[in-house]
Structure formats: structure tokens, C-alpha cells
């Protein structure tokens, strides 16, 4: 099951920043916050991802509280084709083998960037 | 740095029939992932593979659904027979140690 919570959909208008919240409280001290994309009919594209501190790369910045219980995707200025469903993964332990890890998609947050 | 490339791109089968697809992971990745993506749902993990081993096949409908990797390259993906309710978009990807790349997937539509 998805270790994460995310509202259902969000507007922001083209030029302003996009603020995407995210509820991870179940995660533990060695897992990793990644944020994925995904534009219609297409796979899903890597944004960012985080451990404990802020991250920040060309395409958005991660924002993680201190105690790691929720974080938030920042897109700082929105355009018409950052219009996609955001989705926030704890990246887990995978299976019986250690050093392998699986992605576990929840529901994800439906961005709407308006003219 | 070639994708995660996937074939075919859509398929279209009555029920019962059965239907397989192909996945070509990043050169050098050595996990891989299939994933089953129902409209309006986020994808849902069914087959971890580390080389050619099954690290978690635990959400795989095993009565119907099959995957292999024989040379830790190439995968395939089998359902036997198809049902409508698995009509959806599959994904592949594949994982560096830092993050999954994704295929563009194959849409299956069952009839």
C-alpha cells in the first residue's frame, strides 16, 4: 500500500508557483521522498527526490518538515504543460534482497495550470 | 542515454485471448519493473525483477499473469487468458541506484 496522501486535484494559475502537499507520516528514518510526473499517455517522469534536507534541481524544489511527515513540491513558475498528475512515492525496500527498491504510487494530485 | 522502450505501444483483444508485451530496460539496469495502470488510477507495482530473480511478484494474478527475464535484459509480459478487466496501460521501468525510468507503455484494450 501507498505510504502516502495527496489531494485529489489543484489549480494554479500559469506564471505562479504550484505548491504540492504530500503526507508521508509512516515513513522510516532511511526512506527516500521521490516526486514523479505524469502527462497524459505518457509514462511517468522523475522530478526530484529527498532524504531529510531541502532539494532543489532545474525543474522544482523539495521541501521535507524536519520531523519528515509531510513534504511539499514546489514548481516555481507554473506553465501550461506542467499540467499532469503529480505523485508522491516513499520509495521502499524491495523484496527479500537487500539494496533493491520499489516505487509505490498512490493516488496522486491532478495539476491544472490555467491560463 | 536511450529509454525504457516498450512494445507494442496499444493492443486491442477479445476476452480470453491471450496477449504478451516487451519491455528493453536502460542498458546496465539491473532492476526492473512491471506496473499495471487502470484509468484514473496511479500505476500499481505487480513484478520487481533484480537481473533475471523475482524480488517481489507478490500483487502479480498469478493464474493469469506471467513475466520473465531469462538473460536479465529483456522482459516480457503474458496474461492468459485476458479478462476485461484488465484492460489498462502497463508500464515498464527500469532503476539506477537513484531513480526508475519509465517506458511509454503499452494501452491494452480488452473486448
Known amino acids: 500500500d501507498a505510504k502516502t496522501t495527496q489531494p485529489p486535484s489543484m489549480d494554479c494559475a500559469e506564471g505562479r508557483a504550484a505548491n504540492l502537499p504530500c503526507n508521508h507520516s509512516t515513513i522510516s528514518g532511511n526512506e527516500y521522498v521521490y516526486w514523479y510526473r505524469q502527462i497524459h499517455s505518457q509514462g511517468p517522469q522523475y522530478i526530484i527526490h529527498?532524504?531529510?534536507n531541502n532539494e532543489t534541481n532545474e525543474m522544482a524544489s523539495l521541501i521535507i518538515t524536519e520531523d519528515r511527515k509531510s513534504s511539499t513540491l514546489i514548481l516555481p513558475h507554473a506553465t501550461l504543460r506542467d499540467t499532469a498528475v503529480y505523485y508522491c512515492?516513499?520509495?521502499?525496500?524491495?523484496?527479500?534482497?537487500?539494496?533493491?527498491?520499489?516505487?509505490?504510487f498512490g493516488t496522486g494530485t491532478r495539476l491544472k495550470v490555467l491560463a | 542515454e536511450a529509454g525504457v522502450a516498450q512494445s507494442p505501444r496499444y493492443k486491442i483483444i477479445e476476452k480470453r485471448q491471450s496477449v504478451a508485451f516487451w519491455c528493453n530496460p536502460i542498458s546496465g539496469h539491473a532492476t526492473l519493473y512491471w506496473y499495471q495502470q487502470i484509468l484514473g488510477q496511479g500505476p500499481k507495482l505487480l513484478i520487481q525483477f533484480q537481473n533475471n530473480g523475482v524480488v517481489d511478484d507478490s500483487q502479480l494474478p498469478k493464474d493469469r499473469f506471467s513475466a520473465e527475464r531469462l538473460k536479465g535484459v529483456d522482459s516480457t509480459l503474458k496474461i492468459q487468458p485476458a479478462k476485461l478487466e484488465d484492460s489498462a496501460v502497463y508500464l515498464c521501468?527500469?532503476?539506477?541506484?537513484?531513480?526508475?525510468?519509465f517506458g511509454q507503455g503499452t494501452r491494452l484494450t480488452v473486448v
Open positions: 512515492i516513499v520509495r521502499v525496500r524491495g523484496g527479500l534482497l537487500s539494496g533493491t527498491y520499489k516505487y509505490i
Open positions: 521501468a527500469s532503476s539506477s541506484l537513484t531513480e526508475a525510468f
Open positions: 529527498g532524504l531529510k
